[in-house]
């Protein structure tokens, strides 16, 4: 053990501004209490895991061929009943009645009861909301990751040649023709294989001509992750949507998916400004120097430095989500029309705005409560992971 | 010059960066950052890099350790050249030779504790189990002058100089034998500068390191280094152990910079040799001599000839005309 005698002094000035430290607990002991001080975060999450539960129940509730809760029978001569008011009894079968004994939040044109389609939806809606917002979150991560990171690298000649000669390889095969297609594929791959063992060595012997057109400097990686960023914001999303919609099969879990795939530029941006200014930064000049591998200067140095802007965005982006569901919804791509989901509740309700205004109210203040808690608990998780903000709880 | 005992070498490095401007960035010149710069560190010694702010000082320090890829001439670590090295080749290289900045507070992860960024440089060892790890950070802090419950706290809840102490410990934690310290104590107040440097010249006698001391103040210089090299935009102007340096500088450059270091006692205050006008911009730099523009002993010579160096005795040389003529 090496030790410095002739540094009292210097000991005196480093531990007398520390008070002595209580025993530590685990990080996630400790950001537990944090959250459970910070009343709004809490509040947050506690409605939060609430919707959660509610919608775990309506799915069990509102599904099967009897369920608890029917949000599919029509009662024509109960339409646009206001939330709260008795059905009549006298003109219901008796397996019409509402469960609840009222209708709490009403009933739609056809006299749903749009308690039991709000529960039927509530799953659907909340699930979109954060498959599509955790798909473009971790896209944009990534891209923006990249385009921040390696953003100075160019792209060469060959690697666009060996990328096309895999995409073709790609498009045989499934267009059925299997030996080019493997050809193609197995070509590609020794391609990149051999590219990586030459990196390993570091020869700078002089070339032929044709070698040096293929290490051509063709694009930076930058320029191309934020020019496709730019081509895909030039598009309208939802009729990107549409489109893609049309071409798939409807189901829920294509909606989720097309969602995501549709909405992560504004993520791949703010990380891509985040991780330019943080690449400058000395300590990360310091865990490069320290031999770090660039996967774990990214991944444990950089992102958490940089998701404070993506998590705001991400709250932002679930409403968004629900929403532009229940726009395909409304427009017959989404899930299919019986089934409820808050979107098309809001959509339908739409045309009675005037007449039955809690068909509108109802949803959109579901969708706003869930948004307005998850965004609660973004901030709050956002104030307790960030190590110079959590001294103010 | 005793080069045989030499931990690192540069010989004629060069590091030019592009200027581009327009709608299809195009390069429109060159900033000569670092224009051929010779030096050597001797094992356990320490080497004074001086100069004012954007001589190229830091990227220097930035291309011995290659994070920046010098474009020209050879860095030879312990007689290896490690200049065209490709980074998979670096790697076991990056444990020899650490770094220390010179700002505080952006060179530790502001979301990782102190113990967590030693550890990280931990993790590039062979050192196996967590236990083992947690012994060797305490260790690490405690040689630093930092307390064992230092290792559990934020950056953000150190001082400026405790801050300066964990960058220390981290860039020990690979055991290197060479350390860049890039202005380590410039962002600092007097008192602290000198616990950090005393600190620095400790460690050098206990764990036998080599330094490059980057610094524009060459009364810090002068307190650590053994050797001396006074840099002015891109070039090495005087080159000399440090008692050289004090006793007969040579270059006006080098004159100038001592007479700027602050005298206590009033009465040993002789005349200022204060230097008028600003440091030329490296992308357009003037013809001949470098310093010509600032220099006071000017002549016509300087304005036209660029100067090779001049070799005063064993140890010493410059880049002058007036000493060549003299």
């Known amino acids: 053990m090496m030790k410095i005698v002739n540094s009292s002094q210097i000991h005196n000035e480093t531990t007398a501004g520390l008070p002595p430290a209580a025993p530590r607990k685990t990080r996630f002991q400790e950001s537990w209490e944090l959250l459970k001080k910070n009343k709004l975060a809490f509040l947050g999450l506690l409605i939060f895991v609430l919707f959660f539960f509610t919608a775990l129940a309506g799915i069990i509730l509102t599904s099967g061929t009897n369920p608890y809760f029917d949000p599919s029978t029509v ?319 | 010059m005793t080069t045989n005992n030499a931990i690192l070498k540069a010989e004629g490095i060069k590091k030019y960066f592009p200027v581009r401007r327009g709608l299809f960035q195009n390069v429109i010149g060159w900033i000569k950052a670092v224009d051929g710069v010779d030096l050597y560190i001797d094992k356990q010694k320490t080497l004074g890099l001086v100069g004012e702010s954007g001589c190229g000082k830091s990227t220097i320090g930035r291309l011995i350790l290659k994070l920046l890829e010098p474009d020209e001439g050879k860095i030879i670590y312990q007689d290896k050249d490690i200049s065209s090295l490709s980074p998979d080749e670096m790697k076991p290289l990056r444990k020899e030779m650490q770094i220390i900045f010179q700002d505080p507070f952006g060179s530790l992860n502001p979301r990782m504790t102190a113990g967590q960024s030693i550890e990280e440089g931990l993790r590039t060892l062979p050192i196996k189990g967590h236990h083992e790890r947690k012994r060797r950070i305490i260790e690490l802090l405690n040689m630093v002058g930092i307390a064992s419950s230092g290792a559990d706290r934020y950056p953000h809840e150190f001082s400026g100089g405790q801050r300066q102490r964990i960058g220390i410990a981290r860039a020990l934690s690979v055991n290197p034998s060479l350390i860049i310290c890039d202005e380590p104590v410039s962002a600092l107040d007097v008192s602290i500068q000198s616990q950090i440097i005393n600190l620095l010249k400790e460690l050098q006698n206990t764990l036998g390191l080599s330094y490059l001391f980057i610094s524009h103040d060459l009364n810090v210089v002068g307190y650590i280094s053994d050797m001396v090299a006074v840099m002015y935009l891109g070039h090495i102007m005087e080159y000399a152990p440090i008692e050289e340096i004090y006793n007969n500088p040579l270059h006006p450059y080098t004159l100038a910079l001592l007479s700027a270091i602050p005298e206590p006692d009033p009465d040993d205050r002789g005349e200022r040799k204060t230097l008028t006008g600003d440091v030329p911009s490296p992308f357009n730099p003037p013809p001949g001599c470098k310093f010509q523009g600032r220099c006071p002993l000017v002549e016509d010579r300087c304005k036209k000839e660029e100067i090779a160096f001049y070799t005063v005795n064993e140890n010493h040389t410059v880049r002058c005309w007036k000493v060549v003529g003299g």
């Not at chain 1, 056809?110 to 039991?116: E, K, S």
């Not at chain 1, 095969?173 to 070509?187: H, K």
């Not at chain 1, 009729?239 to 099969?249: D, S, Y």
């Open chain 1, 75 to 393: 009662r024509l001569q109960e339409k646009l009943r206001p939330p709260l008011s008795d059905p009549n009894l006298k003109t219901l079968r008796p397996e019409e009645t509402p469960k609840l004994g009222l209708y709490l939040f009403g009933t739609d044109d056809l006299g749903r009861d749009v308690f039991a389609r709000m529960l039927q939806g509530a799953w659907v809606s909340l699930t979109v909301g954060f498959v599509a917002v955790g798909i473009a979150v971790l896209i944009g991560i990534f891209l923006g990751g990249i385009a921040g990171y390696f953003g100075q690298n160019h792209i060469c000649l060959h690697h666009i040649l060996v990328t096309l000669i895999l995409f073709i390889g790609v498009v045989l095969l499934s267009i059925g023709n299997m030996y080019l297609g493997l050809t193609c594929l197995i070509t590609g791959i020794v391609c990149i294989l051999y590219y990586l063992l030459m990196k390993k060595r570091s020869v700078k012997k002089a070339q032929s001509i044709w070698l040096q057109m293929l290490h051509k400097k063709a694009i930076s990686v930058d320029t191309l992750i934020m020019r496709v960023v730019d081509i895909m914001l030039c598009f309208p999303s939802f009729f990107l949507i549409l489109t893609v919609v049309a071409l798939l099969p409807a189901s829920i879990y294509n909606i989720m998916i097309v969602i995501g795939l549709t909405s992560w530029m504004g993520t791949t941006r703010f990380v891509r400004a985040e991780f330019l200014s943080l690449r400058e930064q000395d300590f990360v000049t310091a865990v490069k120097a320290l031999g770090i591998s660039n996967l774990r200067i990214i991944f444990r140095h950089m992102v958490p430095n940089a998701i404070a802007p993506v998590l705001v965005s991400a709250t932002i982006g679930i409403a968004t989500a629900i929403l532009t569901e229940a726009g395909l919804s409304f427009l017959g791509f989404g899930v299919p029309p019986p089934y409820a989901t808050w979107g098309n509740i809001l959509s339908d309700g739409k045309r009675f705005i005037f007449d039955a205004p809690w068909l509108t109210f109802v949803p959109g203040f579901a969708i706003l409560i869930v948004v307005l808690s998850f965004n609660l608990f973004g901030e709050g998780l956002r104030d307790i992971l960030n190590p110079k903000l959590r001294e103010r709880y």
